[in-house]
């Protein structure tokens, strides 16, 4: 009786290891975009766990199985890949992509139908310290200043992107740091080696920031933990 009851035992502990590994399994939705805000069309999502592979949609969308503790691979032409390692109960990831430097990748970003608003991304410019050593420098005025073709360091540290708007009122573009706004002279204490990318927005697309970005706007971003 008992030499019976052992294939049993063995297959209901089969089916009981199955599903709790599938019941481990669970759906991620997320959005790609680059310079936050511009969603990137046709990006490879490649999940590690199951080798799946899917593309972004029209608006930047994707939506993955995946295991507790996966990781996702995100990557297109003309931009910096990403690798998102996903905790246990995510459901919603949000990647930015950084554009490679240098005209060849806005080329491929809008030839290859990455990025539909093309006039946009070129009102737009990044470097992040992969593309160009920071440390080189020995301020954010000369960093900006040799990097950024036209945006002006004026003689008090504002810095201008879109030229002199106003004899009465302020060109300067606006600051942002690590997603805080912050006053221009903090330029004066960041130092270039702390800092991981620089994007300058030059166009209408700095209206998300209200009044103040109608003169461009400046987003730094500094090292944090393993990018130090």
């Known amino acids: 009786m008992k030499t019976k009851l052992v294939p049993f035992i063995l297959f209901i502990l089969c089916v009981f290891v199955f599903s709790q590994g599938m019941a481990q399994e669970h759906y991620v939705k997320g959005v790609v975009t680059t310079f936050d805000s511009i969603t990137i069309i046709g990006a490879d999502v490649a999940v590690k766990s199951s080798k799946q592979v899917v593309q972004t949609d029209t608006l ?17 032409r003309g931009f910096q890949g990403r690798t998102v390692k996903l905790e246990e109960n995510t459901k919603i990831v949000a990647v930015n992509l950084n554009l490679k430097a240098g005209d060849k990748a806005r080329e491929y970003a809008i030839g290859y139908g990455y990025v539909k608003d093309g006039e946009r991304l070129n009102a737009l410019a ?21 990097r950024f073709a036209g945006v002006q360091v004026q003689s008090n540290g504002e810095i201008i992107i879109r030229g002199i708007n106003s004899i ?5 573009a606006l600051i942002i740091v690590d997603g805080m706004q912050v ?5 004066s ?11 300058v927005i030059k166009d209408g697309s700095s209206a998300i920031y209200g009044a103040r970005g ?6 730094i971003e500094t090292k944090k933990g393993p990018d130090q």
């Open 183 to 187: 006053d221009y002279t903090i330029m």
């Open 60 to 76: 930047g969308r994707f939506e993955v199985k995946v295991l507790p503790n996966d990781k996702l691979k995100i990557s297109a």
């Open 168 to 172: 009465n009122m302020s060109s300067a």
């Open 126 to 146: 990044q470097m992040t310290n992969d593309d160009v050593d920071f440390s080189q420098y020995t301020n954010m005025y000369d960093l900006i200043r040799g």
């Open 214 to 219: 109608a003169n461009g706007v400046v987003i």
């Open 189 to 199: 204490t960041l130092v270039p080696a702390q800092v991981k990318s620089i994007n």
